[in-house]
């Protein structure tokens, strides 16, 4: 995962402390393999890639693959000293389709990174040369078949101002493998732990840890995969109470990006998937013995359909979860938040009387706040537009109501089996009696559960009390309907034609559709007749005025055409009184019709309320499991939210439209006792008018009760947010592509990169031309400016290695049947913009580079013109020696001459040893100091120089004095287009800016979903590399080219500037277009050619 401090970006890799645990296989996310050596060996890579625990046959098999069509191919090379792998070389390598019957293809990629670095030099034992792989020096880099240890003497880093032993400019190679999504192998010369620093931070977890308890463990950590598929770590501190993480899906829910219907969490568990709920977050966030605790959520309409609630028995390990203690007060005690910022540390302190006071104000509400008349669509609701209904309930107390209810017997015409010879209007009668029975004592059920979460005590106030004498209403009207007789037979129902239903006095008769619940007979055995029945518009809609014709109608239309009973030559009927039996099942005169569909109605009113009602029971536990931490116990980041006591207002009244509804469907169906009917008869649309009523009194209460939800999950709002990138756990090609850009960008010598250093070293020569011009600094332009160019080819390797490397993690290259393409939907915008600031780093590189070649041209003439100058002056001081010793030699001649002694030599104490020994001392310190001086006299200079002005206290010349880098131009560009400060920034903070530097983010039609901006972000530029346009990552995401810097007196210079082709083919070269990746790599764009590019100096 990354870090950002101070716009310093770095990444966390978090690490399992030795030795390997064998029981924590599955928490183990990336295996890093890394060989390191004074000389790399390719065999003994192969093996440890090779080597790999837990690969499968057919990864073994891909990596073969890959290193043999590297060896064919011709990219390990031989240079002088030993061999190399062609730089900047990537090649990915996927199982075909016809090779492979599966759907989860695999894929593994090379890469070949050269980099630049500073060490000594070693040469190879002479019998390991064709085996071993060196580091080779900038010179060996360009000539690998010359001997250039005499050249490497001259490089530049050793000779403006390093010491010998200082080491050479080196251009190692690391060597990579991704294999799939689950191991990489890295090869170079030194450890990782040595590459891994900066911006790049190992943490240690410690195993022990996770057999402590939650508070001593913080090794173990939430992994949340979220809509995009992006897993997400989060420390468990965090996340102690369900709604914590709730609020964190919340933040996640409406930042920038799809739309993410859902925020129920799923795991995976060793039997499948479940659901996890507020209840079992205790025990899944307080685990022993896992590293992660993973949950996802996902807008997948079929996963989300899973009903499934995870248990205790089904987290992993087993036996090492615990159910910490239920002690979570209800509602009404917790303490209440002030001034409505649900913020529980504002809370007032508890009491005893908080309860009643929380009563009584929903009470006042219940009183003051009714329904509206002119929104009321029935005589259910109407109730409530006064507080006439409430003041006229009876108080009972809560154990009384237990104690009747308890008490109260059966209905008596309920029995424990049904004849299968009895009526259907009978045996209707029996199972929806049953049915509303069960119902009641089930909602009844609910309503004290539902009560016993807001209250501890059941009679604390007027409104409870008054509440149950609503139930107590609820439950007589229950036990009189469930009494209700179905109808008698009447024979005369069969003879009579005037005969006329008892209660309803109606001559209707209708024919029955059918259930399946309660099966019909089929008439004569015919099986189609109940969908024969069902498909007749007659039957659904006619009402027939007498028994006869409802008979005839059936034989007519629903039975065979000569039936058994029926004369075939006649075609007359003579119904046999079976068949009569039968067809009388499925019909229903008025009677059986209201009675049927009083207790039907009755029973499906308090079937949906009581669904309804269990509903609101399962949100409010939630509610109360959502603020339990791992000790069962209330967080004390919670506070009672205003809407709960709304919640438990629209409750009451939803409780009260229950009993209403109720009432009113038993006295639309009493028989009057004069008359010995129907008192108003049944209306069909009032009972439709009942089920709309109490989906308005649902709506009431869903509407505060997710309310209360936001804000409880609002309370555990964090104080500081954090950015999604900053949670992010990266995949092994992020963390390659991560250490692939330290590598390329990392400063080489006291903060500079290798372009920043040879930019000293032409000034140095600069300044050398200006002030101590000489024709020895022609071959020191000459030297600087191929050593320029080595550097402009390195950097071409490392670009080209940068761009197929995005190439090969392309999604869109991948087969739509492989298992790396979710994960590569993911990663690869984030890895597409880390790249992308590496290839803007090495743009820059080679655009000071370029400038640098471009200034040795001119400096070698200038250099020229200063010698001949300078020769000038050379030959007028000759001339002065010249006539002077003309002049006075032979003067010195007869001086000498005449001066010479008379006396023998042989006659002297001295001897010839006496001049030797003085001459030959004399001669040599004067000769070596006339030498040393000749040849070295403008060092000398520089020291004597240097020392005065130290001694004096003015700024010393030294090599150090540096000029503007493109780096800085363009920094300087950008701070005048934001009006910014334009200071220009130091070496150390661009290369600190490079190294660790936060990748653009990727701009998207709705907005920046992979950065959470504060601001106007800076935009990725569109990225040219020599004649070849890096494409950015489709679909959905584009890079937006920055605005052109706001400059005047704009001058270029050399404009028909061709680039050099460099010998050897080191030029850009595309693996993706050679054999090997048309078999295994399919682009879905080509490199578009750019005009070479015009280089503009401010």
Not at 101 to 114: E, G, K, T, W, Y
Not at 196 to 217: A, H, R
């Amino acid at each position: 995962m990354s870090v950002v401090t101070e716009e310093r970006t770095a990444i966390e890799i978090h690490t399992l402390s030795g030795p390997e645990n064998s029981a924590l296989p599955s928490n183990v996310f990336i295996r890093w393999n890394h060989l390191y050596a004074e000389y790399l060996d390719w065999m003994q890579f192969q093996s440890a890639c090779l080597a790999v625990p837990d690969l499968s046959d057919r990864i073994q098999k891909l990596l073969k693959k890959l290193f043999m069509k590297i060896e064919e191919k011709g990219i390990l090379k031989t240079y002088l000293n030993g061999m190399f792998v062609e730089p900047g070389t990537v090649l990915r390598a996927d199982e075909s389709d016809e090779s492979s019957n599966q759907n989860d293809l695999q894929s593994v990629i090379f890469s070949c990174v050269p980099y630049f670095d500073i060490s000594n030099t070693s040469d190879p034992p002479p019998g390991l040369v064709d085996l071993v792989y060196p580091a080779r020096t900038l010179m060996e880099a360009y000539y690998p078949n010359k001997p250039v240890q005499d050249r490497d003497d001259e490089q530049a880093f050793r000779k403006f101002g390093n010491k010998r032993n200082a080491g050479l400019v080196h251009v190692p190679s690391l060597w990579m493998v991704n294999i799939g999504s689950q191991a990489v192998v890295t090869c170079g010369y030194r450890s990782l732990a040595s590459e891994f620093q900066k911006s790049i931070i190992v943490v240690s977890d410690d195993i022990k840890q996770l057999s402590l308890g939650m508070k001593e463990n913080k090794t173990t950590t939430i992994r949340l995969t979220d809509w995009d598929k992006r897993p997400l770590i989060y420390q468990r501190d965090e996340c102690r109470t369900y709604f914590e993480m709730e609020r964190k899906l919340r933040e996640l829910r409406f930042s920038p990006g799809k739309d993410r219907n859902s925020l129920q969490l799923l795991t995976n568990t060793r039997n499948g998937l479940r659901k996890v709920t507020p209840a079992i977050w205790p025990s899944l966030v307080s685990q022993k013995n896992v590293i992660f605790v993973d949950v996802f959520v996902t807008n997948d309409p079929e996963l989300n359909k899973i009903d499934k609630d995870l248990e205790v028995e089904d987290l992993q390990p087993p036996g090492l979860a615990t159910v910490p203690p239920y002690s979570v007060p209800p509602f009404f005690h917790w303490p209440i938040a002030s001034n409505e910022k649900n913020d529980a540390k504002s809370a007032m302190p508890a009491d005893a009387d908080r309860p009643m006071r929380c009563l009584t104000r929903v009470e006042n509400d219940l009183i003051d706040l009714g329904v509206l008349e002119s929104t009321t669509i029935g005589a259910v609701d109407e109730t409530f537009t006064s507080s006439t209904y409430y003041e006229g309930l009876p108080e009972v107390k809560f154990a009384d109501f237990v104690k009747s209810f308890i008490s109260r017997p059966k209905s008596s015409n309920i029995t424990n089996e049904h004849s299968l010879h009895a009526p259907f209007h009978k045996r209707y009668m029996e199972k929806y009696c049953s049915k509303f029975v069960k119902e009641t004592a089930e909602f009844v059920d609910i309503v004290c559960e539902t009560l016993g979460l807001f209250v501890s005590n059941m009679d604390n106030s007027i409104l409870l009390r008054k509440l149950w004498g609503s139930m107590t209403n609820l439950v007589h009207v229950a036990e009189r309907m469930a009494k209700m007789e179905p109808c008698e037979v009447d024979s005369q129902e069969y003879l009579d034609p005037n005969w006329r239903p008892r209660l309803s006095k109606d001559p209707s008769w209708w024919i029955r559709k059918g259930r399946a619940s309660i099966p019909l007979p089929a008439p004569n055995g015919k099986k189609n007749f109940a969908a024969t029945v069902k498909s007749c518009r007659k039957c659904k809609r006619y009402m027939f005025k007498s028994l006869d014709e409802a008979l005839e109608h059936l034989r007519s239309a629903h039975l065979e055409e000569n039936p058994p009973g029926r004369d075939s030559s006649s075609g007359q009927l003579h119904p046999n009184a079976n068949e009569t039996k039968e067809l009388r099942e499925w019909i229903t005169n008025g009677d059986e019709w209201v009675i049927e569909s009083t207790i039907y109605s009755a029973t499906a009113v308090l079937s949906a309320a009581t669904k309804k009602a269990r509903h609101f029971l399962n949100l409010l536990h939630e509610l109360s499991d959502g603020v339990r931490n791992e000790d069962g116990e209330l967080s004390p980041l919670y506070a009672l939210p205003g809407k709960l006591l709304d919640t438990f207002h629209q409750l009451v009244l939803l409780y009260f439209a229950v009993e209403r509804s109720l009432h009113y469907i038993e006295e639309d169906t009493k028989v009057d006792k004069k008359s010995g009917m129907f008192a108003k008869g049944t209306d069909l649309e009032k009972l439709e008018k009942n089920s709309a009523i109490l989906q308005r009194f649902s709506d009431d209460v869903r509407t505060p009760l997710v309310r209360a939800r936001e804000d409880l999950c609002n309370m555990a709002r964090s104080t500081t947010p954090t950015a999604v990138e900053e949670r992010l756990s990266l995949g092994p090609e992020y963390i390659c592509s991560w250490v692939m850009r330290k590598l390329i960008v990392k400063p080489l010598k006291n903060s500079m990169t290798i372009a920043d250093m040879y930019n000293d070293y032409l000034l140095t020569i600069e300044f050398q031309v200006s002030h101590r011009p000489g024709k020895r600094l022609l071959r020191s332009i000459k030297l600087i400016q191929e050593e320029i160019k080595i550097l402009q080819i390195v950097i071409a390797w490392q670009t080209r290695q940068i761009t197929n490397y995005i190439k090969v993690l392309d999604y869109l290259t991948y087969p739509t049947s492989s298992a790396l393409l979710p994960s590569r939907r993911v990663m690869f915008p984030l890895e597409y913009s880390l790249l992308a600031s590496c290839l803007e780093s090495l743009d820059m590189m080679r655009a000071d580079l370029i400038d640098q070649y471009l200034r040795g041209d001119p400096l070698s003439d200038t250099a020229k013109q200063s010698a001949e100058i300078n020769e000038e002056d050379h030959g007028k001081a000759i001339f002065v020696f010249t006539v002077v010793t003309a002049i006075f030699l032979p003067l010195s001649f007869i001086t000498s001459y005449l001066g010479m002694n008379t006396a023998d030599i042989r006659d002297m104490e001295n001897n010839q040893t006496l001049f030797w020994e003085i001459a030959a001392p004399l001669t040599a310190v004067v000769m070596g100091a006339v030498v040393f001086v000749a040849y070295n006299g403008d060092e000398l200079r520089d020291l004597f120089s240097s020392m005065y002005r130290t001694l004096t206290g003015k700024q010393p010349r030294d090599t150090l004095t540096r000029g503007i880098s493109a780096a800085q131009r363009k920094r300087a560009a950008q701070a005048a287009i934001l009006h910014s400060s334009t200071t220009l920034n130091t070496n150390k903070e661009l290369a600190e800016k490079a190294e660790y530097g936060i990748p653009y983010p990727l701009r998207t039609e709705s907005g920046f979903p992979y950065s959470q901006i504060k601001s106007s972000p800076p935009l990725a530029p569109n990225i040219t590399l020599n004649n070849a346009y890096v494409r950015p990552p489709s679909p959905g995401f584009r890079h937006v080219a920055p605005p052109e810097p706001a400059v005047r007196n704009l001058r270029v210079r050399n404009s028909s500037y061709r680039r050099p082709t460099y010998e050897n083919g080191l030029d850009y070269v595309d693996n993706s277009n050679d054999d090997y990746n048309r078999t295994h790599y399919k682009s879905r764009t080509k490199p578009i050619a750019m005009p070479p590019p015009l280089y503009v100096y401010v």
